[in-house]
């Protein structure tokens, strides 16, 4: 028997405002699979989470862009992938000191 996975994507611009769009997929997509509402909220605060973790460092650095949030969710699992497509510092286009200066920036909103 074949598994039947439900998959939603969202891109949504850098800015807090969306995350309500998120939580809403997310919860949406719980729903359609017959979670129990509690695990639906649950899964959509830990999406919400990850994502506002992003979305604030990003506000706070002054980057825009974009990020992609794809759900997949099955009988047995569920899968977020949250990509960053926030104009950020890349080491091929700038000098390793700036590239350090930047990494050193960065190092504050990391858990270890």
Known sequence: M???VIQKEMV???DPKH?????????????TRGLEERQ???????VDE?????VSNAVDM???????????????????LIED?????????SNEAAFMAYLNRERRYQLA
């Open 19 to 31: 995350l309500v769009d998120v939580r809403e997929m997310v919860r949406q997509l719980c729903q």
């Open 62 to 80: 002054g980057r825009r862009g974009e990020v992609r949030v794809v759900i997949d969710i099955d009988e047995t699992r569920f899968r977020a």
């Open 12 to 14: 949504i611009p850098c």
């Open 50 to 54: 990850a994502v506002t973790s992003l």
């Open 40 to 46: 639906c909220l649950l899964l959509a605060l830990a």
């Open 85 to 93: 497509h926030t104009n950020y510092l890349s080491p091929d286009s």
């Open 2 to 4: 074949a598994v039947q």
